[in-house]
Each structure stands twice: as structure tokens, then as C-alpha cells.
């Protein structure tokens, strides 16, 4: 039986890497999903085709979540649309990676709008409909670079360790209306975004990851469908998905 029928979930950023495959996942498991991008409208149809072709619903919403009123209105049209969001999972981020002589303000602004700022937006248009149904299951997914040091990230790793940080004080507010809120950190997984780095520079990267290899965004994926369907007692938590690079 699949674990999530019924239920209706929005993934942001899920035209690429780890968003697609939780869309995809969830979706396997039953739920219906909304598909959210930014500006590749190609790829993200191609998703919401492969979703529709497991027999569930499927819902595509651009939006910019950097942009207060353009995630508040996707998260509306959502729950227009089907009467209920039941899972979010802010997914969306981006990178602008210097080292913190040449880290310029633009910069530094990006990366906090989307990945810190974005999930706030979202989430606080999730909110209230989740506390009137007194269900919720909220997925952010930060970085093993929140947690760690990490050169040239010094925009990105504060943008994720705010989603850490944000993560376990909407857990303890929102845990009396049985909405639990956890994230997913994953090491490096191999995306568009890891694609940027240079390969000689993730031949090392590799060699210090106990595992020995980097991660698919599907295994990123398993963990999210845990929390989403099998987390009930389970808030503030942080899942490490990084084949041990960071214990
Ligand atoms: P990716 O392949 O670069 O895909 C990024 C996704 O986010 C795309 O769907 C993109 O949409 C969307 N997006 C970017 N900015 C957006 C915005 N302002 N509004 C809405 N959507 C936006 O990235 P990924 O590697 O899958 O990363 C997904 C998440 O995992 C990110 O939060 C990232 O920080 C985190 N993460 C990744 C790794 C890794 O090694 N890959 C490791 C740790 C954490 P378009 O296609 O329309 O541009």
C-alpha cells in the first residue's frame, strides 16, 4: 500500500536534482504533488510528466520563493488547487561560492534570500492551514556545509545553518498542532549544483568521504519520504545524509 495516499505535498525547486527526486518519490508513494521552479520551465514539465504518468495528480507552480508575494501566492494556489498541503518540502537553494575577501554583497544577499529567507516565506504560507487541519510534515533540506566549515561558502553555510536553526524553533511552536518539522542534510550529492565544482576538486572531496563516493539525489529522496510518511513522532531532528563525511 502506498504510504501517502490522500496526501498532497509541494516541492520546491523540483525541475532538478534533489527536488526532482523527492517529487518523484513522494508521488510513487501516492501523494500528489506540486512541482515548483524558478525559470526552467522545460525541465520541470518533464517531471510533472513522469508524475503523471504514475497516476497521481501533479500541479505546476513557478515561483521565485525568494520573493515574498510570489511563495506566498504558489503555496495559495496550492491549497486552492487540492483544498490542503499536507508535506512541504523546501528544497530550493543555490550557490555563489568566493572566498569571504571576494565575497561581495550581492552575493552574500542571493544566497540568504533563497535558501534562508525563501524557506521562511513558504513556510509561513504553510503554516495556518496546517495548524487548522492539525497536520503537518515540513522537510527542510539544508547542507552538511551548515554544519561544517566550508571554504568559499561562507553565504551558503550561514544560509543553511539558518535553516537548521529555523527548523528547530518552528518545530517547538508548531508540535501542538501535530505538525512536525525536520531536516535533511545532505553531504555532497551529485546535481547540477555539485557539477559546478571543479573535478579535481571533487576528486578530493571524494577521498575524504568514508563512503567513498557521493550520494544520488535519490537517496536524499528516501530520507525526506521517511519523515513525510514514517515521522510521526519525529520533530527537530536533523537526518545526515552524507556516507559519512560529516559524523
Ligand atoms: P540544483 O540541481 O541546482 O537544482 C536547484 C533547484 O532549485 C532547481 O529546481 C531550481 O529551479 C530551483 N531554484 C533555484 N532558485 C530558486 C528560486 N529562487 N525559486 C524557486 N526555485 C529555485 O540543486 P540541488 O543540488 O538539487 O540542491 C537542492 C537543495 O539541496 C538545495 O537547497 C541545496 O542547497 C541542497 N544541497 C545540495 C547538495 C549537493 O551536493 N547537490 C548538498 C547539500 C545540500 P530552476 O530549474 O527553475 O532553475
Same mark, same amino acid.
Given at each position: 500500500?502506498?504510504?501517502?495516499n490522500?496526501?498532497?505535498?509541494?516541492?520546491t525547486?523540483a525541475?532538478?536534482?534533489?527536488?526532482?527526486?523527492?517529487?518523484?518519490?513522494?508521488?510513487?508513494?501516492?501523494?500528489?504533488?506540486?512541482v515548483?521552479?524558478?525559470?526552467?520551465?522545460q525541465? #520541470?514539465?518533464?517531471v510533472?510528466?513522469?508524475?503523471t504518468?504514475?497516476?497521481?495528480?501533479v500541479l /505546476?507552480?513557478?515561483?521565485? =520563493?525568494? %520573493?515574498?508575494?510570489?511563495?506566498?501566492a504558489?503555496?495559495?494556489?496550492?491549497?486552492d488547487?487540492?483544498?490542503?498541503?499536507?508535506?512541504?518540502?523546501?528544497?530550493?537553494?543555490?550557490?555563489?561560492?568566493?572566498?569571504?575577501?571576494k565575497?561581495?554583497?550581492e552575493?552574500w544577499l542571493q544566497?540568504?534570500?533563497?535558501n534562508?529567507?525563501?524557506c521562511?516565506?513558504?513556510?509561513?504560507?504553510?503554516?495556518?492551514g496546517?495548524v487548522?487541519?492539525?497536520?503537518g510534515r515540513?522537510?527542510?533540506?539544508?547542507?552538511m556545509?551548515?554544519?561544517?566549515a566550508?571554504?568559499g561558502q561562507?553565504?551558503?553555510? #550561514?544560509?543553511?545553518?539558518?535553516?537548521i536553526?529555523?527548523t528547530?524553533?518552528?518545530?517547538?511552536? /508548531?508540535?501542538?498542532?501535530? =505538525?512536525? %518539522?525536520?531536516?535533511?542534510?545532505?553531504?555532497?550529492?551529485?546535481?547540477?549544483?555539485?557539477?559546478?565544482?571543479?573535478?579535481k576538486i571533487?576528486?578530493?572531496?571524494?577521498q575524504?568521504i568514508?563512503?567513498g563516493?557521493?550520494?544520488?539525489?535519490?537517496?536524499?529522496?528516501?530520507?525526506?519520504v521517511?519523515?513525510?510518511a514514517?515521522?510521526?513522532?519525529?520533530t527537530?531532528?536533523?537526518?545526515?545524509?552524507n556516507?559519512g563525511?560529516?559524523?
Amino acid at each position: 500500500m502506498s504510504r501517502l495516499n490522500g496526501k498532497t505535498a509541494l516541492v520546491t525547486g523540483a525541475s532538478r536534482g534533489i527536488g526532482r527526486a523527492c517529487a518523484l518519490a513522494l508521488a510513487r508513494e501516492g501523494a500528489t504533488v506540486a512541482v515548483n521552479y524558478q525559470s526552467n520551465e522545460q525541465r #520541470a514539465k518533464e517531471v510533472a510528466d513522469e508524475i503523471t504518468a504514475l497516476g497521481v495528480d501533479v500541479l /505546476l507552480v513557478r515561483a521565485d =520563493i525568494g %520573493v515574498a508575494d510570489e511563495a506566498r501566492a504558489m503555496v495559495k494556489k496550492v491549497i486552492d488547487a487540492w483544498g490542503k498541503l499536507d508535506v512541504l518540502v523546501n528544497n530550493a537553494g543555490i550557490t555563489r561560492d568566493k572566498s569571504l575577501r571576494k565575497l561581495d554583497d550581492e552575493s552574500w544577499l542571493q544566497v540568504i534570500q533563497t535558501n534562508l529567507n525563501g524557506c521562511f516565506f513558504v513556510t509561513s504560507a504553510a503554516i495556518p492551514g496546517m495548524v487548522e487541519r492539525n497536520f503537518g510534515r515540513i522537510i527542510n533540506i539544508s547542507s552538511m556545509n551548515g554544519q561544517i566549515a566550508a571554504y568559499g561558502q561562507a553565504n551558503y553555510s #550561514a544560509s543553511k545553518g539558518g535553516v537548521i536553526a529555523f527548523t528547530k524553533t518552528a518545530a517547538l511552536e /508548531l508540535a501542538k498542532s501535530n =505538525i512536525t %518539522v525536520n531536516t535533511v542534510a545532505p553531504g555532497f550529492t551529485e546535481t547540477d549544483m555539485f557539477s559546478g565544482i571543479p573535478e579535481k576538486i571533487q576528486e578530493q572531496i571524494k577521498q575524504r568521504i568514508p563512503m567513498g563516493r557521493f550520494g544520488s539525489p535519490e537517496e536524499i529522496a528516501k530520507a525526506v519520504v521517511f519523515l513525510a510518511a514514517d515521522g510521526d513522532y519525529i520533530t527537530g531532528q536533523q537526518i545526515n545524509v552524507n556516507g559519512g563525511a560529516y559524523m
